[in-house]
């Protein structure tokens, strides 16, 4: 005589269909999101664009064509025109007539901060709106 078992007692188990479904589930939103997450934190190429200010009332001016401008200072530092590229997400270079200078770069909303590792210079600039 088979033994009653009553079914409160009886570990469900899930189908494997269900598990691999609710595992696809799982992989489909997380890449969603890091997608999102990728597309809301823009690019630094995109982030650099606009004008900064620093602390000492210097500006500079980046274009989204890949130049900039730093005005001059009457009677002390002429106007210049600056090319710049983003060798990689941390680092902006920047060619002033045929004079290279790369220093790392971090933006985080309206501050901008440049680094230079040989000397642990730190300039910080804020976005002018």
């Known amino acids: 005589m088979a033994k009653h078992v009553p079914a409160s007692t009886v570990k469900r188990q899930f189908p494997k269909r269900r598990l691999v479904s609710l595992g696809l589930v799982v992989v489909v939103v997380v890449l969603i999101l890091a997608v999102a997450w990728f597309l ?3 690019a630094p190429q995109k982030a650099v664009v606009g004008k900064w200010t620093n602390s000492h009332g210097g ?3 980046f274009y989204a064509n890949g130049k900039g401008f730093i005005p001059g200072v009457s009677g002390v530092i002429s106007d210049t ?3 710049y590229t983003f ?3 941390q680092h902006v270079a920047i060619d002033i007539s045929g004079q290279a200078l790369t220093v790392g770069i971090k933006i985080a909303g309206d ?3 440049w680094s230079n590792g ?3 210079t730190v300039y910080v600039y804020t976005r002018i709106p």
Request: charged share 15%.
């Open 111 to 113: 501050k901008m901060t």
């Open 87 to 89: 060798p990689d997400s």
């Open 40 to 42: 809301a934190t823009p």
């Open 81 to 83: 025109n600056f090319s």
């Open 118 to 120: 040989l000397n642990n």
């Open 59 to 61: 500006t500079v001016d």
